[in-house]
Structure formats: C-alpha cells, structure tokens
C-alpha cells in the first residue's frame, strides 16, 4: 500500500524559506516519478515541479522557478520542495504525488497522493 505523508508546512513571512518533506511508504520513489502540487483558497490545485525516475527535475510553474527546488533522498526514501523567497500568494495547501510512468504536470494522472500541508505565507 502507498503512502505519501508531507511535513514541513506552517506559517512564515514574506522573504522567509521553507522545506517540505514527502516520506513514502510501500513505493521506492527512485522508481517513480514525484511531483509537487499547490491548491491556494478558490484555486485549482496546480503542478509546480517534477523529479523523474532518472533525475531529471521539471519546473512547470514561471513564478516559482529559480526560488523552489526539487530533490530527492533514495536512502530515507523522501523527496523535498526547498522554498526559497516565499510570497503571500504562496499560501496553499501543499502535495506531493507520485506516478509511474513520466512527469506530467495534471493532477488527473497522479494515483497516489498525500494529505497535503498547508503553507502560509503572511506578515
């Protein structure tokens, strides 16, 4: 049985970093391929970045690239969403999800998720 539990949300100011975790169970996610998604308040959840199987890392969201990073620890079995320069629209609840076959940035072809953690980002 998969199971993905993300770590790391809470509240921070503008300016501020954080690092969430996604640990796995029941998948070996240097065998998938992982992404974090975002759903702020009213908003539809969207894709932020990609790490596949081989390590190739994809960004899919312009106003996040060069302040989130994507990594990945085959030894704890985790991958992590380094957020750097947070903004108020960064506020969301935030997941990690994971699939077989390739990066891709719809949430529709993600079959395994985690309960997501919320991220607030307010002076």
């Known amino acids: 049985q998969v199971q993905l539990v993300e770590s790391g949300g809470g509240l921070v100011q503008p300016g501020e970093s954080l690092r969430l975790s996604c640990a796995a169970s029941?998948?070996?996610?240097?065998?998938?391929?992982i992404a974090w998604f975002r759903q702020a308040p009213g908003k539809e959840r969207e894709g932020l970045l990609c790490?596949?199987?081989?390590?190739?890392?994809?960004s899919y969201v312009e106003s996040v690239k060069g302040r989130f990073t994507i990594s990945r620890d085959g030894a704890k079995n985790a991958v992590y969403l380094q957020m750097n320069s947070l903004k108020p629209e960064g506020t969301a609840v935030y997941y990690c999800?994971?699939?077989?076959?390739?990066?891709?940035?719809?949430?529709?072809?993600?079959?395994?998720w985690g309960q997501g953690t919320q991220v607030t980002v307010s002076s």
């Open positions: 790490i596949s199987s081989s390590g190739v890392r994809l």
């Open positions: 029941g998948v070996t996610l240097s065998d998938y391929n």
């Open positions: 999800a994971v699939r077989r076959f390739g990066c891709n940035s719809a949430q529709a072809v993600y079959p395994y």
